[in-house]
């Protein structure tokens, strides 16, 4: 840990250090999840797919509640990359109408995948 002993300093900057110490270390851990969902999702379920809808349940109902839009946006790619387009715009489609940094790279997604199919009057949505 990092402990800073300032003299004139005040305590909002130890608040601040530790703040930022937090925030790294939940960066970390948000990481790990989602890596440890994306090694284990191919070998749960009969195929990766299904895997990954499991880990996403499960970890809605866990104190990690607010990494599983990282996870749908993951399996969405994973879809993509297995060339299942339809599974890949159905998994986007859930954040079109929400408004968060994640939904705004699902969308963005989305619209390059509508591209990269021809469909521009989707990619235009």
Same mark, same amino acid.
């Given at each position: 840990?990092?402990?800073?002993? $300032?003299?004139?300093?005040?305590?909002?900057?130890? /608040?601040?250090?530790?703040?930022?110490?937090?925030?790294?270390?939940?960066?970390?851990?948000?990481?790990?999840?989602?890596?440890?969902?994306?090694?284990? *999702?191919?070998? /749960?379920?009969?195929?990766?797919?299904?895997?990954?809808?499991?880990?996403?349940?499960?970890?809605?109902?866990?104190?990690?509640?607010?990494?599983?839009?990282? $996870?749908?946006?993951?399996?969405?790619?994973?879809?993509?990359?297995? *060339?299942?387009? &339809?599974?890949?715009?159905?998994?986007?489609?859930?954040?079109?109408?929400?408004?968060?940094? /994640? &939904? *705004?790279?699902?969308?963005?997604?989305?619209?390059?995948?509508? /591209?990269?199919?021809?469909?521009?009057?989707?990619?235009?949505?």
């Amino acid at each position: 840990m990092l402990f800073i002993r $300032l003299h004139t300093g005040t305590q909002s900057v130890f /608040i601040n250090l530790f703040t930022q110490l937090e925030d790294s270390e939940k960066k970390q851990v948000d990481k790990h999840v989602v890596q440890g969902a994306c090694l284990i *999702s191919p070998h /749960i379920k009969e195929n990766q797919a299904k895997g990954y809808e499991w880990c996403v349940e499960t970890i809605k109902q866990s104190q990690y509640r607010d990494i599983a839009a990282q $996870l749908d946006i993951s399996k969405a790619v994973m879809l993509l990359r297995q *060339s299942d387009f &339809a599974g890949a715009a159905r998994a986007f489609a859930v954040f079109e109408k929400s408004r968060s940094k /994640i &939904a *705004s790279q699902a969308c963005n997604d989305l619209c390059f995948m509508y /591209i990269y199919k021809k469909d521009f009057t989707r990619a235009l949505k």
